[in-house]
């Protein structure tokens, strides 16, 4: 299954509560399918991708609770038969966490050298644990798993996972200078980590291997260098224990 990733400007509570503030069904349709390339509507304007459901996510750290539940829109193109997701730019496909948490919580462990037990507080983590394997896991996948910005990796010079804390830092600092104008720091750039993560996630088209712009594949083109789904497991779905990934 492919996952088209894309600005959602609405709030989490509209997209918990399906409001009717949400983004219509013609606002999300994609405009092509970005497997075949086939347009949304034929020459005589039928659709040709169209609703296909949707389906509830689990997510945490967007808020004080420990669960936010999400809607995600689905289409099927009825050309090749292929589904897409979208999903709102701050959520990567397969991760719990969504990617804002997931950038601040590494920023403050990395950069800012805070404990994993006092950042797991802040995501309504139990206080008495001081050991969070999420971080973990988080930090060595930095940049390279395919749904934690392994696609920026190559073109950053990153071909392995970082080796240090240290070297983590330098890693979220350069991925946050994807999604900045300019780079701040302290309390200034901590605010702007949201909107930094938002622009890296942006108009992705994403499947369980590999993720890269819509742009790279206009109306008309198959995007072959996508690999189909297979049935393999993530690697954020193995060994996970407890914490999801």
């Given at each position: 299954?492919v996952?088209?990733?894309?600005?959602?400007?609405?709030s989490?509570?509209?997209?918990?509560?399906?409001s009717?503030d949400?983004?219509s069904?013609?606002d999300l349709?994609p405009?092509?399918?970005a497997?075949c390339g086939?347009s949304?509507?034929?020459?005589?304007g039928?659709?040709?991708?169209?609703?296909?459901?949707?389906?509830?996510?689990?997510?945490?750290?967007?808020?004080?609770?420990t669960w936010v539940?999400i809607?995600?829109?689905r289409?099927?193109?009825l050309?090749c038969?292929?589904?897409?997701?979208?999903l709102?730019?701050?959520?990567h496909?397969w991760?719990?966490?969504?990617?804002?948490?997931?950038i601040?919580?590494l920023?403050?462990h990395?950069?800012?050298?805070?404990?994993a037990?006092?950042?797991?507080?802040?995501?309504?983590r139990?206080?008495d644990?001081?050991?969070?394997?999420s971080?973990d896991?988080?930090r060595?996948?930095?940049?390279?798993?395919?749904?934690l910005w392994g696609?920026?990796?190559?073109r950053?010079?990153?071909?392995?996972?970082?080796?240090?804390?240290e070297?983590?830092?330098?890693?979220v600092?350069?991925l946050?200078?994807?999604?900045?104008?300019?780079?701040?720091?302290?309390v200034?750039l901590?605010?702007e980590?949201?909107?930094?993560?938002r622009?890296?996630?942006?108009?992705?088209?994403?499947n369980?291997?590999?993720?890269?712009?819509?742009?790279?594949?206009?109306?008309?083109h198959?995007?072959?260098s996508?690999?189909a789904q297979?049935g393999?497991?993530?690697p954020?779905?193995?060994?996970?224990?407890?914490?999801p990934p």
């Amino acid at each position: 299954m492919v996952v088209i990733v894309h600005s959602l400007a609405v709030s989490v509570e509209q997209l918990c509560a399906r409001s009717q503030d949400a983004p219509s069904i013609d606002d999300l349709r994609p405009k092509f399918c970005a497997i075949c390339g086939a347009s949304c509507r034929d020459a005589d304007g039928v659709l040709r991708i169209v609703g296909h459901g949707m389906y509830s996510r689990q997510v945490r750290g967007l808020s004080e609770s420990t669960w936010v539940v999400i809607w995600v829109r689905r289409f099927i193109c009825l050309a090749c038969g292929h589904t897409l997701s979208r999903l709102p730019d701050w959520l990567h496909p397969w991760r719990w966490y969504a990617a804002t948490a997931i950038i601040e919580a590494l920023y403050r462990h990395c950069m800012l050298r805070q404990s994993a037990r006092e950042i797991g507080v802040r995501f309504s983590r139990p206080e008495d644990e001081s050991r969070w394997r999420s971080l973990d896991r988080w930090r060595v996948q930095l940049l390279v798993s395919p749904t934690l910005w392994g696609w920026l990796g190559p073109r950053l010079a990153i071909t392995h996972p970082a080796p240090s804390r240290e070297e983590a830092g330098s890693y979220v600092f350069r991925l946050l200078a994807e999604g900045l104008d300019r780079i701040r720091s302290g309390v200034d750039l901590l605010r702007e980590l949201p909107s930094a993560v938002r622009a890296t996630l942006k108009n992705l088209i994403h499947n369980r291997k590999k993720a890269g712009l819509i742009t790279q594949f206009p109306p008309g083109h198959s995007s072959t260098s996508l690999p189909a789904q297979t049935g393999h497991a993530l690697p954020t779905e193995k060994d996970s224990g407890r914490d999801p990934p």
